[in-house]
């Protein structure tokens, strides 16, 4: 069993930035993928950013490539969102993930709000 828990959410002007972060509790963190999801207003629940166990290998949505950056730190249990010039598009709650495989997640955050204005 996991539990997580995100933060980092905020109101950001266009082209701000924000870091996002999910603590995971239990003592196999490291043995997880990890993953960040977004649901948009109106919208339904899309892939962001994807990390392996190692944090050796990531995958990015097109929308976000060049943009955010996901990493890991397995000694403080936490995974990050590092979003660099943000749109009004990227507005969303924004949930962390975690699973055997990158392709499949098993526990979910609650979700952080990110508001990027105009």
């Known amino acids: 069993q996991v539990q997580l828990v995100e933060s980092g959410g905020g109101l950001v002007q266009a082209g701000g930035s924000l870091r996002l972060s999910c603590a995971a509790s239990g003592r196999t963190f490291s043995s997880y993928a990890m993953g960040w999801f977004r649901q948009g207003p109106g919208k339904e629940r899309e892939f962001v950013a994807a990390i392996n166990w190692s944090g050796g290998i990531t995958y990015y949505a097109d929308s976000v490539k060049g943009r955010f950056t996901i990493s890991r730190d397995n000694v403080k249990n936490t995974v990050y969102l590092r979003m660099n010039s943000l749109k009004p598009e990227d507005t969303a709650v924004y949930y962390c993930?975690?699973?055997?495989?990158?392709?499949?997640?098993?526990?979910w955050g609650q979700g952080t709000q990110v508001t990027v204005s105009s």
């Open positions: 993930a975690a699973g055997y495989s990158p392709e499949e997640y098993d526990y």
